[in-house]
């Protein structure tokens, strides 16, 4: 399996990965915005990027060894369903990625059916704009409950710890890539999106109106949309027009001490 010494450099590993992505994202939303940037990005990015610093360390609280961790453990134990069956590695890596982004979309869809849960997530859906910071602004405790289901299934599934990591540094990587206000001609993003999800179908996720919120709940690769039946090609209004936020909240900016209360408090009611 893979030298211990990975996981000591994982969370540096995916520090550098995700600042050279943040950089590069936030260049190009200066470079060919999709939509005018909304207000002053200041106390928004504070917030967001405050959020993502916030549950960042809890989950290292909580599970130091994080996901890897919870591979390296099932891997020395032989648990899981990749460890049984004896799967090869060239083929348990893009199972392992593609099983876990699964699991990934049926926790999105989770998150939207069950009202405790929204009450979360609508954190995540209330931010006034949407850009590559929308992509960290999660309550710390909705991303406490996302490891701990990832840590479940990597151990039911037995995914290699390799697979785990590359798993975690590409959604990562592709939440800041989705939520860019970035323009990609139409014509690329036809075909870009047949592999994954782009911020012009991500956007649509975004959208005030329920039913338009309801859809394109990928957050990496974009077929479980379309398998499920859950994908959505555009937002009614278009993508210029399209009011970004929370269904039935107010689209009120809010610092960081708000952003953690909100889930406790009335307004954030499905």
């Not at 012009?200 to 005030?208: E, I, K, L, W």
Request: proline share 8%.
């Amino acid at each position: 399996g893979m030298p211990d010494g990975l996981l000591l450099h994982e969370p540096a590993l995916r520090l550098a990965s995700f600042l050279t992505i943040l950089v590069c994202m936030a260049l190009w939303e200066r470079l060919a915005p999709r939509r005018l940037p909304g207000g002053p990005r200041g106390g928004r990015w504070v917030a967001n990027l405050g959020l993502a610093a916030l549950a960042t360390a809890l989950v290292r609280v909580l599970f130091p060894a994080a996901a890897v961790g919870g591979a390296l453990f099932a891997e020395y134990r032989g648990w899981g369903l990749i460890q049984q069956l004896d799967v090869p590695l060239a083929l348990a890596l893009p199972l392992s990625i593609a099983l876990l982004d699964l699991a990934v979309y049926i926790q999105h869809v989770a998150l939207h059916a069950f009202p405790p849960l929204w009450r979360l997530h609508i954190v995540h859906h209330a931010d006034p704009a949407f850009d590559v910071t929308t992509g960290v602004r999660f309550h710390p405790v909705e991303i406490a409950l996302s490891m701990l289901w990832k840590l479940s299934v990597v151990v039911a599934l037995g995914a290699p710890a390799e697979a785990v990591l590359l798993f975690e540094i590409l959604l990562s990587a592709t939440s800041l890539f989705n939520h860019g206000n970035v323009r990609v001609p139409p014509a690329l993003d036809r075909v870009l999106r047949w592999a994954v999800v782009t911020p012009d179908m991500h956007r649509v996720h975004h959208s005030v109106l329920r039913q338009e919120a309801d859809s394109n709940f990928g957050f990496n690769l974009p077929w479980w949309d379309r398998l499920f039946g859950t994908y959505r090609a555009q937002p009614e209004a278009g993508h210029g027009a399209m009011t970004i936020g929370a269904p039935g909240l107010s689209a009120a900016a809010r610092g960081l001490p708000e952003l953690l209360a909100l889930p406790f408090r009335r307004e954030a009611r499905r």
